[in-house]
């Protein structure tokens, strides 16, 4: 399961996020398009490869004519509610709006849609938050956590004065969001849509066991000395190899079989390590299935929510088992210019060599891009990704 991991030991700011989204591959090309596609026609992108204390960063700068007037929140919704975005991006950004509406409105004493954004802040915000959490959707994770977050020290100024960090409505949303005390950045490290973006996108702290596969660095506009002002993303994917797990079942009779295969990919994406189903003979004769997951204990109660979600069932079983896995890691074999293959490699014991597994998903999206039977790009995949393992021996 591939994962992003927001590392905001600096802050997040929509900027920052959006830069560290272009480091990790997104491309700039998406963001340029992204002003006119939104309808916010005149609108400046500009990226630069920079750096935060040596270490390499991507910075966005958007420049943003005049604008006749600022925008309140309730119209920001409404442009979001016409975007040409897919649904999974503009309900999470109608959230993150929403959101910001209750904290500035609940800050400044008024409704939530007629908190007022200055012109240039407003367009800024649309896509910081639209662009942020649709390039998330383009880095194709299927979760996105978080590690604590800084928040910065000292004041902050703002248009009636000055403020304590966290300013007030960022500090309302981040309620619920795991703060990290002390560190170096003096003034606002995380920001009200920094703050709101990792509200929508993440699921918390990321799960026990992981492995790293990149990092991108997004800048943020100031460059102080004495810390690097840059939001981190980490891509990883989830570790399989969890000793302890729980075992989560129910048998169900009152389900029809075609939703059997949603409610398994509904339990994978939450966080399951492995389901699977049978039938079996249940009370009075009635025919029924069991489903049974296989989850880390800290998604336990996570896949259990999702599984009184999806299916039918009134009542789970729960128990904690103890189970031994081969290590493993994963390549990627590259089987045409635009098509690749992640291929899992399992460690077999007392060095006997390696098991390749080509990722099943992969291999159904490689056989349509090149109009090949499954079978015949699965056993490509495995034979190239057999010469990869055997070439990094040498």
Same mark, same amino acid.
């Given at each position: 399961m591939r994962i992003a991991i927001f590392d905001p030991s600096a802050g997040v700011s929509g900027d920052m996020t959006l830069g560290a989204l272009l480091s990790l591959g997104v491309p700039a090309s998406w963001l340029e398009q992204l002003p006119a596609r939104l309808g916010l026609a005149g609108v400046g992108v500009t990226i630069r490869d920079t750096r935060r204390c040596g270490v390499a960063a991507k910075q966005v700068e958007f420049s943003i004519p005049p604008q006749p007037h600022g925008r309140h929140v309730g119209e920001l919704v409404r442009l979001v509610e016409r975007c040409p975005v897919s649904d999974w991006v503009k309900q999470r950004a109608l959230r993150a709006f929403r959101l910001i509406g209750e904290a500035e409105g609940q800050v400044h004493g008024v409704a939530p849609e007629e908190v007022h954004l200055h012109e240039v802040g407003a367009v800024d915000a649309v896509l910081d938050v639209v662009g942020a959490i649709e390039g998330f959707e383009r880095l194709g994770v299927e979760a996105?956590?978080?590690?604590?977050?800084?928040?910065?020290?000292?004041? $902050?100024?703002?248009?009636?004065g000055r403020l304590p960090v966290?300013?007030?409505?960022?500090?309302?949303?981040?309620?619920?969001?795991?703060?990290?005390?002390?560190?170096? $950045?003096?003034? /606002?490290?995380?920001t009200p849509t920094g703050a709101a973006l990792l509200r929508v996108l993440s699921a918390g702290a990321p799960p026990a066991r992981w492995r790293l596969v990149r990092s991108g660095w997004g800048a943020g506009q100031r460059d102080p000395k004495h810390y690097a002002n840059a939001l981190r993303l980490l891509v990883a994917e989830q570790a399989a190899e969890v000793a302890r797990v729980v075992l989560i079942a129910s048998d169900v009779d009152d389900m029809s079989p075609e939703y059997v295969e949603p409610l398994r990919q509904a339990?994978?994406?939450a966080g399951a390590l492995d389901v699977q189903t049978w039938p079996v003979q249940m009370k009075k004769g009635r025919a029924g299935f069991r489903i049974e997951a296989v989850v880390s204990e800290e998604l336990a109660d996570t896949?259990?929510?999702a599984l009184f979600?999806?299916?039918?069932?009134?009542?789970?079983?729960?128990? $904690?088992? /103890?189970?031994?896995?081969?290590?493993?890691?994963?390549?990627?074999?590259?089987?045409?210019?635009e098509v690749s293959v992640r291929v899992k490699v399992l460690e077999q014991p007392d060095a006997e060599g390696v098991r390749v597994k080509p990722e099943y998903e992969d291999v159904l999206a490689a056989a349509q891009a090149l109009g090949r039977p499954p079978l015949e790009v699965a056993r490509a995949a495995q034979r190239d990704a057999e010469a990869l393992v055997s070439k990094s021996k040498e």
């Open positions: 996105i956590y978080n590690l604590p977050v800084a928040v910065g020290n000292g004041w $902050v100024e703002a248009e009636h966290p300013a007030p409505a960022t500090a309302l949303l981040l309620e619920g969001v795991e703060i990290a005390s002390g560190g170096p $950045v003096e003034g /606002e490290a995380t339990l994978t994406t896949v259990t929510a979600r999806h299916s039918t069932t009134a009542g789970v079983r729960r128990w $904690v088992a /103890e189970r031994a896995t081969l290590p493993r890691r994963q390549v990627t074999v590259q089987l045409a210019p």
